[in-house]
């Protein structure tokens, strides 16, 4: 596939375009966390929270009563439990100064995530789930053994395949010019916070919201709780939270680290550690990378209004009805003179 540009109008492979990299790289070094004045045993226990969360969701999808499982306000209410934790978390034990949330992006971010629940969520259900629900029944495809297997293996199956066509989604659209316009506002974000994962252009949270999931009967609890464990992962992977998990957790999951590297300013560095939340993908498609970024942003860290986030993926075409009007306003003007 092409190299795509670090600009959305950079052409491919342009050796402007490395050397902006290059230039970049050097003012915005990928560096580790501050380690702080912090005892072993309040980093032990700090690093422990991601996982304990982890485990309490799944608990609760897995022994709570069917009244509570099967109900889509269950599942709302969960997750809006795990954002509001999580950003709970972040003063109390704040990874980079830089990244203290402020009002305009608290209320950025509210509006996205108000954004995804409702009309994004209306799209991918009517454009979407229910098109291929329909497909399903037409085509007689049933997995009714599915449904009767333990509910750790449905959930877990969920997650992979949710991730899985997530995971090919970003990578394609770091790689294609037209898909990358979708996706860049989201690698505008300055800074990374809770909800910034929710943070992005229409178009590109409609395509990463898609999954076959509806092709397979699993029980409605175990979509439930695999939705759930990939919102724990994705929050505290987008948080300012000084938690580095223990390896049994970071082998198979996305942290900050994983992600923060992948928000990097210099492109290239962004061209890694695709996966959302199972970094296990990445680790076994070669496109795992170790490291991680304080400084985050693209295009010299401009920060994208809400509008200009919505406008980005049209830049080029903008561009170009300018650049006709231009020429055809010439003639006129010389006209004129």
């Known amino acids: 596939m092409d190299r795509m540009p670090a600009s959305a109008t950079a052409p491919h492979g342009d050796a402007r375009a490395s050397a902006g990299d290059a230039s970049a790289a050097a003012a915005y070094p990928i560096v580790p966390s501050d380690s702080g004045e912090w005892s072993p045993l309040k980093t032990r226990l700090v690093n422990l929270i991601p996982p304990a969360i982890l485990v309490a969701v799944v608990a609760f999808w897995w022994l709570a009563p069917a009244a509570l499982t099967n109900s889509p306000l269950t599942l709302l209410v969960v997750t809006s439990v795990v954002a509001l934790l999580v950003l709970g978390l972040e003063p109390l034990f704040e990874r980079h100064p830089g990244w203290r949330l402020t009002w305009r992006e608290f209320l950025t971010d509210l509006f996205y995530v108000v954004l995804s629940a409702t009309a994004i969520a209306w799209a991918t259900q009517t454009l979407a789930e229910a098109p291929l629900g329909a497909l399903k029944a037409s085509l007689g495809i049933a997995t009714p053994w599915l449904a009767r297997a333990p509910f750790l293996l449905q959930a877990a199956l969920v997650v992979f395949l949710i991730e899985f066509g997530q995971y090919w989604m970003h990578r394609v659209m770091h790689n294609w010019t037209p898909l990358w316009l979708t996706h860049a506002p989201h690698h505008h974000l300055t800074q990374l916070n809770a909800m910034k994962g929710a943070v992005g252009n229409p178009i590109e949270l409609f395509l990463i919201s898609l999954s076959v999931v509806a092709l397979f009967d699993f029980e409605t609890r175990a979509v439930f709780c695999g939705i759930s464990v990939l919102t724990v992962v994705s929050t505290f992977a987008h948080a300012n939270?000084?938690?580095?998990?223990?390896?049994?957790?970071?082998?198979?999951?996305?942290?900050?680290?994983?992600?923060?590297?992948?928000?990097?300013?210099?492109?290239?560095?962004?061209?890694?550690?695709?996966?959302?939340?199972?970094?296990?993908?990445?680790?076994?498609?070669?496109?795992?990378?170790?490291?991680?970024?304080?400084?985050?942003?693209?295009?010299?860290?401009?920060?994208?209004?809400?509008?200009?986030?919505?406008?980005?993926?049209?830049?080029?075409?903008?561009?170009?009805?300018?650049?006709?009007?231009?020429?055809?306003?010439?003639?006129?003007?010389?006209?004129?003179?």
């Open 241 to 337: 939270v000084r938690a580095d998990p223990p390896a049994f957790y970071a082998f198979f999951f996305t942290t900050i680290r994983n992600h923060s590297l992948h928000h990097s300013v210099p492109y290239e560095d962004t061209r890694c550690n695709y996966a959302n939340s199972l970094i296990l993908i990445d680790r076994a498609l070669g496109t795992y990378r170790e490291g991680e970024a304080a400084i985050v942003g693209q295009d010299e860290r401009r920060r994208l209004s809400i509008p200009e986030q919505f406008a980005f993926p049209f830049q080029p075409l903008i561009e170009r009805m300018k650049q006709a009007r231009k020429v055809a306003a010439a003639p006129a003007s010389n006209a004129a003179g």
